[in-house]
């Protein structure tokens, strides 16, 4: 019955927010202004999505430590660790939002945060990865501390770079909750925290509020510490391929990305619109052909993986498919 009230009040809470929202953005005067360049709105869009989402996610927290309902959170330090690393996160990215911080500072604050966070909470350590089709199991040692580090520096760019056009991110954020919550990974937790995200994706449709740069890397905060955390303390585990598998498309675009600009001789981290779904878009002209394209691309890995088929399979054939798509988009868009 207390979940039940509790996601009354979370429903109603945003409800109001969304009903409102016209009215608090004018009080909350924080925009993401088009700059004809990166930005390619047409007018000013609030940029408090993704302090909407750190609110429900302090209130859900909170209010499951009071109503003791420790079944359906994490457990030990980690929700400690969702929230501050979360939160440092999101500052982090909500500053860059505001003041449009450099590529060196942006990761230079993320590595230090991380680096201090799993100091403090060494329990966010990967001490090892499982490989599905190998029986042997790899041990970090050492290198245990740096691994934990760039996976969520890599993670909270890769999520990044995957929020270019409406919906994109909120949709595929949807979709890895659902993996966790059809796994029983602390499915309340996920259904209660997706609450505010179907009032966000609304918004976020008719272009009226952006997650910006720091719900990105908050919703990187809780994708990467749930997949250490179900790691560490369930038997149905994902293995390490198959977290690579949901996540293989916005690390692929990634690393496409910082190779070509790499070779152009700018900074890996500088934005540009190379993007998977600018490049899409550039050839539809129509946001929800781009969606439509994009998450479908996004989703099909982890569905051929569901229906059984090997990761190095289908690891092989993403690759195959994700390229000739870049390559036919780059070749149309030219000629």
């Known amino acids: 019955m207390a979940i039940l009230y509790l ?17 608090l953005t004018t009080k909350i005067s924080l925009f993401d202004t088009p700059d004809e360049k990166l930005k390619k709105h047409k007018k000013p869009v609030s ?28 457990k030990g330090n980690f929700s400690y660790i969702i929230v501050i690393l979360g939160t440092t996160f999101f500052f982090i990215g909500f500053i860059d939002d505001l003041k449009n911080l450099s590529p060196n500072i942006k990761l230079s604050l993320l590595l230090i945060s991380i680096f201090l966070i799993t100091l403090l909470f060494p329990e966010l350590k990967l001490k090892n990865i499982k490989i599905s089709f190998l029986e042997q199991i790899y041990f970090f040692n050492n290198f245990s501390f740096i691994f934990t580090i760039l996976s969520f520096a890599l993670l909270a760019n890769a999520i990044n770079m995957f929020d270019g056009i409406n919906l994109q991110l909120i949709f595929f954020t949807f979709f890895v909750f659902l993996i966790f919550i059809l796994k029983g990974f602390l499915p309340i937790f996920f259904i209660l925290i997706s609450i505010c995200l179907i009032f966000l994706a609304i918004l976020n449709y008719h272009n009226k509020v952006f997650i910006g740069d720091g719900g990105c890397y908050l919703i990187s905060v809780i994708i990467g510490c749930t997949f250490i955390y179900q790691y560490q303390n369930y038997d149905n585990f994902l293995f390490g391929d198959e977290v690579f598998i949901i996540l293989i498309i916005p690390a692929m675009d990634m690393l496409r990305l910082f190779i070509f600009r790499i070779v152009r001789g700018k900074h890996p981290f500088k934005g540009d619109l190379k993007h998977l779904h600018h490049l899409v878009d550039k050839l539809t002209k129509n946001k929800n052909y781009t969606i439509l394209i994009t998450l479908g691309l996004s989703v ?9 088929l090997k990761t190095y399979l289908i690891l092989s054939l993403s690759f195959l498919i994700y390229l000739t798509l870049v390559l036919l988009l780059e070749y149309r868009i030219k000629s």
């Open 7 to 23: 996601s009354l009040f979370l429903f109603f809470l945003n409800l109001i927010i969304f009903l409102n929202f016209k009215n």
């Open 300 to 308: 099909f890995p982890s569905i051929l993986m569901v229906v059984g």
């Open 47 to 74: 940029i408090i999505g993704g302090l909407i989402i750190l609110i429900n996610l302090f209130l859900i927290i909170f209010f499951l430590e009071i109503l003791d309902l420790d079944y359906v959170m994490f």
